[in-house]
């Protein structure tokens, strides 16, 4: 079926420290892993997506890496400030009209 | 904020009673869309529409309805709600809505609803 799974689903990192959450999901198609950031009582929005065809898309701070063969995929964020706590979803396209979302991650930085 | 609005923010309501959540958008996008997001199980999808009548269910459609009689609405109906269904809306929008062209998702600011 169609199925994103996350983990874990609370972090909690020093600041400066680098925090990692990740994705598996069930769909081989799956072509397309968006990432969306979700702070307090906020809108989810998109901070970084990455295609099937590229292994690893970098923008600032966060990454995103991707292994097709294992299915599953990571954000990773460095260098972490106190304006990184949210909650952070993965998703995957299944059957090119629906986007699936993990159950997300509540990440919180310790100053 | 992608020119999407959702209305009412807040709605507290009985078991039993018809809501309406209304979703309104200003970019001329074709896909809309309708989750729900609850601790533990993130943000799941309801229905969805690619354009004007033309619609869709999700993961967790049973309960709810949708209409779409213009581009830029899609209203979420709740015939009879349940407590199960507190929750927060989301309405989201896509340009394309696949996954091969602008599928970036754009939210609302969402609805809080409470069926006491």
């Known amino acids: 079926g169609e199925n994103v799974e996350q983990h874990p689903s609370t972090l909690s990192v020093q600041e400066g420290d680098s925090a990692v959450i990740k994705c598996t999901y069930s769909d081989s198609a799956s072509n397309y892993f968006p990432w969306y950031k979700q702070e307090l009582g906020k809108r989810p929005q998109l901070i970084i997506d990455?295609?099937?065809?590229?292994g690893e898309k970098k923008d600032q701070r966060i990454a995103v890496t991707l292994n097709k063969t294992a299915k599953h995929f990571s954000l990773h964020i460095t260098e972490t400030q106190p304006e990184d706590s949210a909650v952070y979803f993965c998703a995957a396209y299944f059957g090119n009209e629906k986007l699936t979302f993990g159950t997300g991650t509540r990440l919180t930085i310790i100053p | 904020d992608a020119g999407i609005t959702q209305s009412p923010r807040h709605k507290v309501t009985e078991t039993g009673t018809p809501v309406t959540l209304r979703c309104h958008q200003t970019e001329n996008h074709r896909y809309m869309y309708w989750y729900r997001q609850d601790p533990g199980h993130g943000l799941r999808l309801i229905h969805y529409?690619?354009?004007?009548?033309?619609?869709d269910k999700g993961e967790v459609s049973d309960g709810y309805s949708v209409s779409r009689s213009k581009t830029e609405d899609f209203l979420l109906t709740l015939e009879s709600a349940t407590s199960s269904q507190t929750s927060v809306y989301f309405c989201?929008?896509?340009?394309?809505?696949?996954?091969?062209?602008?599928?970036?998702?754009?939210f609302g600011s969402g609805t809080q609803l409470s069926v006491l």
């Open positions: 990455i295609r099937s065809n590229v």
């Open positions: 989201a929008i896509s340009e394309s809505g696949t996954s091969d062209l602008n599928e970036k998702l754009f």
């Open positions: 529409s690619y354009g004007v009548k033309d619609t």
